[in-house]
């Protein structure tokens, strides 16, 4: 059993992971208004497991602007920027990482400040062990695998007993991602398995970091509304 999370009489400063870094991808962001039924969204979401057909860079990045982009960050007594992102989390800390796999292609690492996509060198192997493992719970044919690795010591700069807290916002992503696929029309599954360790076993600073999820989006099939 996890203790409950409490927050620091003092502060802890904390020095941010540090990521590989390799060619930059940048993203169309979603430049138009998406107009929806939020009743009708819940009712009809969801696990869709047809991934056929490549997911184009413009979708991709209209995903990953509605689901886990940047929209504001401020200086903290803890070491690093406290956060506004889309979705919550606690106390601002944002510790998820979005990486994105592509078919016979490396992890990618999503930059929700620059809504870009940055290359991890030297990890078309490990995307690949990943992309293994996965399926064999589903079917990915050109589905795009997304991984989710926590930072564990930015949460915990600011609470003791931060595991809960880092695993719920793993599941908060996981689930705003679920609703957003919906809403684009696209397919998406996530997967009972967290990723460890093919998603930072390359990464020389990989003890600070957490496999915490794994997922597959893609297109989907015509569907009547």
């Known amino acids: 059993m996890w203790a409950d999370p409490e927050p620091r ?34 009712e009809r979401r969801q696990t869709r497991r047809d991934f056929k057909g490549t997911l184009t860079d413009t979708k991709l990045g209209e995903f990953l602007w509605l689901s886990c982009r940047n929209r504001s960050a401020w200086p903290s007594p803890y070491g690093l920027e406290q956060e506004s992102r889309v ?38 192997e490990h995307a690949t062990a990943s992309r293994r493992a996965a399926g064999k719970l589903v079917p990915l044919e050109q589905g795009m695998l997304i991984g989710l690795v926590a930072e564990l010591g930015k949460t915990a700069a600011k609470y003791e007993n931060p595991e809960s ?30 990723g460890q360790p093919h998603l930072t076993n390359y990464i020389s600073d990989a003890a600070s970091l957490q496999a915490v999820g794994l997922s597959v989006l893609g297109n989907a099939p015509i569907r009547v509304k």
């Open 87 to 124: 979705y919550p989390s606690a106390g601002a800390m944002h510790p998820i990482h979005v990486l994105v796999a592509r078919e016979n292609k490396g992890w990618m690492r999503y930059d929700p400040i620059e809504h870009a996509l940055i290359e991890l060198p030297k990890s078309v």
């Open 165 to 194: 807290l880092v695993w719920r916002d793993a599941g908060v992503v996981l689930g705003y991602m679920s609703l957003i696929a919906e809403a684009l029309d696209l397919a998406y599954c996530p997967l009972g398995m967290s």
């Open 9 to 42: 009489t003092q502060p802890l400063k904390y020095q941010p992971a540090i990521w590989p870094t390799g060619a930059k991808l940048e993203l169309p962001l979603r430049s138009q208004s998406l107009e929806l039924d939020l009743v009708e969204l819940l």
